[in-house]
């Protein structure tokens, strides 16, 4: 077996929206309307020479992440927290930025990312992150305790499946973000400043 470098991932080489094919040019342009952002996200250029697959994750990230009624920063600090445990670079940093820049109306130089146990945090934000990273790195260890410690804190059931589909996506989050290579987005970092 031949050891493959970052550089030779061809499967997964960036497709800047310039040289992107109309198609995948209108789902950049979907991905940043949606996400609030003036540009393309690495996570998605380095999907853009197959547009079936681009088209099917945007569509699960949108509905996943981005739709529903569970608080968005809820998701935000589930892909942070879990990505962090897991290592993946790309993702913890990405949802970090946009978890710190949600978490501003907690104090506005509150860091939420450095203070998931805060009680600044609402209980139902805390216990949702602990259950559903759970969820993620340890599926086969869930039981209907955890699943009551959400009822418990006022998540329905529709909200308790919301919650739970993020572990499934941030699986699929960090397994391109970690197989392809890919760099954080300069842009990013400059939120981040």
């Known amino acids: 077996m031949v050891a493959i470098t970052m550089e030779q ?5 960036a497709i800047p929206y310039e040289q992107a094919t109309v198609e995948v040019q209108q789902i950049y342009d979907e991905t940043k309307r949606a996400l ?7 996570w998605f250029t380095c999907q853009g020479g197959n547009p079936l697959l681009l088209q099917g994750n945007w569509t699960k990230l949108r509905a996943t992440l981005i739709e529903g009624v569970v608080p968005n920063i809820i998701k935000q600090l589930i892909i942070y927290n879990v990505s962090a445990q897991r290592g993946c670079q790309y993702c913890a940093k ?26 600044l945090i609402p209980l139902s934000y805390r216990t949702a992150v602990k259950v ?3 969820a993620a790195l340890h599926s086969a260890s869930i039981t209907t305790t955890d699943f009551q410690q959400l009822t418990d804190v006022g998540f329905n059931q529709s909200e308790i499946q919301e919650l739970m589909a993020q572990a499934d996506l941030v699986n699929m989050l960090n397994t391109i973000a970690d197989i392809s290579g890919i760099k954080i987005d300069n842009e990013l970092l400059e939120i981040d400043t």
Do not use: C, R, W
Not at 9 to 13: A, D, E, M
């Open 9 to 13: 991932h061809l499967p997964f080489k």
């Open 36 to 42: 609030g952002l003036p540009f393309v996200l690495n």
């Open 94 to 119: 990405a949802h970090a930025v946009f978890a710190n820049t949600m978490g501003k109306s907690f104090g506005e130089n509150f860091i939420i990312t450095q203070n998931l146990d805060s009680d």
């Open 132 to 134: 559903v990273t759970k």
